[in-house]
């Protein structure tokens, strides 16, 4: 069974400054999808941003963006020029390509210093 | 587009109580997701649907859970007796199938279930 491991249950940053947050995962695939989710303190899952195992290059959704490292099986996000907003819990997460329900990491909580 | 809608957004019961919790997919979508989440356990998937056909129930905790999907714009997930230990926020997503397409799930807002 696949797994997701995000090994830093807190991070902080100051505003406008730059963090990266880790994600690792296991797998025997070839072919899946990877994800990063926000959720703030209202509980909304959103969609930060997403990664198809077969690109080679990194996803880039404005300030965030991912370094994915395939034969590492790490697909950390970096979010550039924090901002207060970007406080929250951030959910990394795995999908087959065969099988489509989500498997999460425990997440890391974020914090935005001003 | 409303996105995915469940209601109620918040319930408070008390243990043995029959508890019924809605989601309405985004329009068009033909899969269908409820997750729980508690400090425990993390986010994990109970059961999902594809065209309203049930595929996999594996983690649905045990016969005091159920879920139906009777068309492609209405699922419910029911608990009956309600314990304590169901206490969590239950999240219902959709998405949509594209063939190699990749395919976001997109969550509602998130059912907080208190059972006391």
């Known amino acids: 069974a696949q797994t997701v491991t995000q090994s830093q249950p807190e991070m902080s940053v100051q505003e406008a400054e730059t963090v990266t947050l880790s994600c690792t995962y296991d797998?025997?695939?070839?072919?899946?999808?990877l994800f990063w989710y926000k959720q703030p303190p209202s509980r909304q899952m959103i969609l930060v941003i997403r990664?198809?195992?077969?690109?080679?290059q990194n996803a880039t959704e404005n300030r965030f963006s991912v370094n994915f490292q395939k034969a590492a099986k790490s697909f950390s996000l970096k979010i550039s020029d924090s901002q207060l907003g970007d406080a929250a819990m951030y959910f990394c997460a795995y999908r087959s390509a065969e099988n489509t329900p989500l498997v999460f990491g425990k997440g890391t909580r974020l914090s935005v210093i001003a | 587009d409303a996105g995915v809608i469940q209601s109620p957004r918040h319930e408070v019961t008390e243990m043995g109580q029959e508890v019924t919790l809605r989601c309405k997919p985004i329009?068009?979508?033909?899969?269908l997701f409820w997750y729980r989440q508690t400090m425990m356990r993390g986010l994990e998937l109970l059961i999902y649907?594809?065209?309203?056909?049930?595929?996999?129930d594996s983690g649905m905790p045990e016969d005091r859970f159920s879920a139906k999907m009777p068309n492609a714009s209405f699922s419910t997930l029911k608990i009956q007796p309600s314990e304590p230990r169901d206490s969590a926020v239950y999240f219902c997503?959709?998405?949509?199938?594209?063939?190699?397409?990749?395919?976001?799930?997109?969550f509602g807002p998130g059912t907080r279930l208190l059972v006391l």
């Open positions: 649907f594809n065209n309203n056909v049930p595929i996999d």
């Open positions: 797998t025997s695939e070839s072919d899946y999808y």
């Open positions: 997503a959709s998405s949509l199938h594209r063939g190699p397409a990749i395919e976001t799930q997109y």
């Open positions: 329009s068009g979508h033909d899969y």
């Open positions: 990664q198809e195992a077969y690109k080679q």
